[in-house]
């Protein structure tokens, strides 16, 4: 019975996440390109699956959410990456002697928000978190 209200709790702040961080993107304008347009299907396809798990729990709706989760994660390593490498490649045109902590310190807070993508993996793991024994939780 606990179980079950923790994980409930856990999914529902999975759902608040997607939805939240699905509308930040959007206004920030996160849809210059494909490359860009990246997590925000991933959020659109989590949140269907998240739907799909709770309405018909399956095993198959559990391998799709949580084969999602571990792409949510993936991206958000991807992302960091990106951010952070566009971030330096952009402090190394601006002053090309930087080198060292002092390039790191700029990149990680460079016009790109560098850490912003690991969102993505905290919404992964939340979501892996939530199908915490779920098919053994739904039969109780």
Request: hydrophobic content about 50%; some cysteine; glycine content about 10%.
């Amino acid at each position: 019975m606990e179980t079950n209200i923790l994980r409930r709790f856990v999914g529902a702040l999975f759902a608040a996440g997607v939805l939240g961080i699905s509308i930040e993107l959007c206004f920030l304008g996160h849809t210059e390109d494909r490359l860009q347009l990246v997590p925000l299907v991933l959020l659109g396809l989590g949140l269907v699956a998240q739907i799909w798990l709770v309405w018909r729990p399956s095993s198959a709706s559990l391998r799709a959410f949580r084969s999602l989760m571990l792409l949510f994660v993936l991206s958000g390593f991807v992302g960091v990456y990106l951010h952070y490498s566009a971030n330096v490649e952009f402090e190394l045109e601006m002053y090309p002697s930087r080198r060292g902590l002092e390039l790191v310190r700029e990149a990680l807070t460079g016009a790109l928000p560098a850490l912003a993508p690991a969102t993505m993996m905290h919404l992964g793991f939340l979501g892996l978190a939530s199908t915490y024994r779920y098919l053994k939780g739904a039969t109780q």
